[in-house]
């Protein structure tokens, strides 16, 4: 028995986002919930719960910029001022570090915003608060 079928009015936000940027099911916390680096699955292959009708959109992206951004700007200042290294071993370095972490936060960002709109009965997933199936327009 999952949680949805459980309560569905009582959905733990904290551990849904936990389980998402782990790249989890929000839902079981089991099934992963991407295939490939970005694309979410349709359905979580351990309780079935729905996906197909997310939208995370660029809000993973606005995140990794806005957190990537605070973190390598400050850095860069320190390194520069304390350590005066050359300015293609300051670039190199800090190019390196911005796309590993970038590349790091990207997929769990997303995981994590697709938790919180479970969690939160947002978009598509509200109804499965009513028992409703979801038809969008698009066809997602």
Same mark, same amino acid.
């Given at each position: 028995? &999952?949680?949805?079928?459980? =309560? ?7 551990? /849904?986002?936990? =389980? ?6 929000? =839902? ?6 991407? $295939?490939? +680096?970005?694309?979410?699955?349709? *359905? ?6 729905? +996906?197909? *009708? *997310?939208? /995370? ?22 390194? +520069? &001022? ?5 300015? #293609?071993? #300051? +670039?190199?370095?800090?190019?390196? !570090? ?6 790091? #936060?990207?997929?769990?960002? $997303? !995981?994590? #915003? ?8 947002? *978009? ?7 028992? @409703?199936? &979801?038809?969008?327009? =698009?066809? @997602?």
């Amino acid at each position: 028995m &999952t949680q949805t079928d459980m =309560n569905p009015a009582a959905r733990d936000t904290r551990r /849904a986002v936990l =389980n998402g940027f782990r790249r989890r099911c929000p =839902n079981c916390g089991s099934g992963p919930l991407l $295939k490939g +680096f970005l694309q979410v699955r349709d *359905h979580c292959s351990v309780c079935r719960e729905e +996906f197909s *009708h *997310h939208r /995370a959109d660029d809000g993973p992206a606005y995140l990794t910029i806005l957190i990537v951004g605070h973190l390598m700007a400050p850095s860069m200042l320190i390194a +520069f &001022t304390a350590l005066r290294p050359e300015p #293609l071993v #300051l +670039f190199t370095a800090f190019l390196i !570090g911005t796309v590993g972490l970038s590349l790091y #936060l990207l997929p769990r960002l $997303k !995981g994590a #915003l697709i938790g919180f709109q479970w969690a939160r009965f947002m *978009h598509g997933f509200a109804d499965a608060r009513d028992g @409703r199936a &979801t038809s969008l327009p =698009n066809g @997602r």
